[in-house]
C-alpha cells in the first residue's frame, strides 16, 4: 500500500497536481504510524534534494514499514499529503480526529469518519446541522458546504481517492472475509430521506468523491481481506457499486 506515494512522486515531480493533497482514505487501518528514524533522515535528505524517481521507489520498497502501516506520515513529511480523510476502518487509532505536527510542513488533520452510511444518516458526522461547534472544522476542511439549506460537496482543491479493500472485510473466528455483496449494495444503495444534504445514498456521495478526485486507487490487500479469493470477491462489488463493472469487464 505504501506504493501510493510512488504513484503521488510522480504525480508532483510532473505538476500532474498541487501539493501536499487531501487523501480520501477507504481502509480498515489508518496506516497512521511514526516512520523509523532512518526513514525520517532519508525523508529530510529528500526535502533538501529532490530524488531521481529510482532513489523514491527505492525509499519506499526499503526504507518504510513492510506492514504499510507508516506511509501516510511518511506522505506528510515529505510534503505529499495535507489532510486525510478516513472511511470504513474497524481499527483507527483515533476515535474521530487526531492531528501530526511535520518537521517542515505545518500541522496536518486525519479524521475518522466511520461509514459513509453513517456519515451521511442524521446525526452523522456529515448531516448534523446541529453540532457545529464539534464538526465545523471538519466540514471547512473537507469541502462539506451549506447550500440553499442543505450540504453539498464543494471542493476548490483537488484531492486523491484511496481504496484498501479490506475496509469491506470483516473478522469472524480469527479470519477476515468479504462482507456480502447483498449487505454492502443494501447499505451504500439504501435510499435514506435526508434533511440536511444532496446525497440519498451512500454511493452518491462515493461517486461524487471518485468524480472529482485527481487519482483514484485501489489496493487489494489480500492478506488483509482474508486471501486472494476474499479480496477478489470485494472488488467485484466494489466495482459493481462505484464504477458500474467497467474495471472487471
Known amino acids: 500500500h505504501r506504493t501510493i506515494l510512488n504513484v503521488l512522486y510522480f504525480l508532483k515531480t510532473n505538476g500532474l497536481a498541487d501539493f501536499p493533497i487531501d487523501l480520501f482514505m477507504f481502509d480498515d487501518h489508518d496506516d497512521f504510524l511514526n516512520?523509523?528514524?532512518?526513514?525520517?533522515?532519508?525523508?529530510?535528505?529528500?526535502?533538501?534534494?529532490?530524488?531521481?524517481?529510482?532513489?523514491?521507489?527505492?525509499?519506499?520498497?526499503?526504507?518504510?514499514?513492510?506492514?504499510?502501516?507508516?506511509?501516510?506520515?511518511?506522505?506528510m513529511e515529505l510534503g505529499l499529503i495535507n489532510n486525510v480523510f478516513l472511511f470504513h476502518s474497524s481499527q483507527a487509532s483515533y476515535s474521530f480526529s487526531d492531528s501530526y505536527a511535520t518537521q517542515n510542513f505545518g500541522e496536518k488533520r486525519v479524521y475518522n469518519l466511520g461509514g459513509v452510511w453513517d456519515a451521511l444518516t442524521f446525526h452523522g458526522c456529515l448531516d448534523d446541522f446541529s453540532n457545529e461547534a464539534e464538526y465545523g472544522q471538519l466540514w471547512e476542511y473537507i469541502g462539506w458546504v451549506k447550500n440553499n439549506g442543505k450540504f453539498e460537496f464543494v471542493r476548490e482543491n483537488n484531492f486523491i481517492?484511496?481504496?484498501?479493500?479490506?475496509?469491506?472485510s470483516t473478522y469472524i473466528i480469527n479470519k477476515n472475509y468479504a462482507i456480502p455483496e447483498e449487505i454492502l449494495i443494501k447499505n451504500f444503495e439504501e435510499y435514506r430521506r435526508s434533511e440536511n444534504h444532496y446525497y440519498g445514498t451512500a454511493s452518491m456521495f462515493v461517486k461524487k468523491l471518485i468524480e472529482e478526485s485527481a487519482l483514484t486507487t485501489v489496493c487489494f490487500e489480500n492478506n488483509s481481506c482474508g486471501g486472494i479469493r476474499e479480496s477478489h470477491k470485494i472488488f467485484e462489488t466494489f466495482d459493481y457499486l462505484f464504477f458500474d463493472r467497467e474495471i472487471g469487464g
Not at 529528500?46 to 529510482?54: C, I, L, V
Not at 481517492?161 to 469491506?168: G, T
Open 161 to 168: 481517492v484511496d481504496f484498501d479493500l479490506d475496509c469491506f
Open 35 to 75: 516512520p523509523s528514524e532512518s526513514a525520517l533522515q532519508r525523508i529530510a535528505e529528500f526535502n533538501d534534494n529532490a530524488p531521481t524517481e529510482r532513489e523514491f521507489w527505492s525509499f519506499t520498497e526499503f526504507d518504510l514499514k513492510t506492514l504499510d502501516d507508516d506511509w501516510v506520515k511518511a506522505g
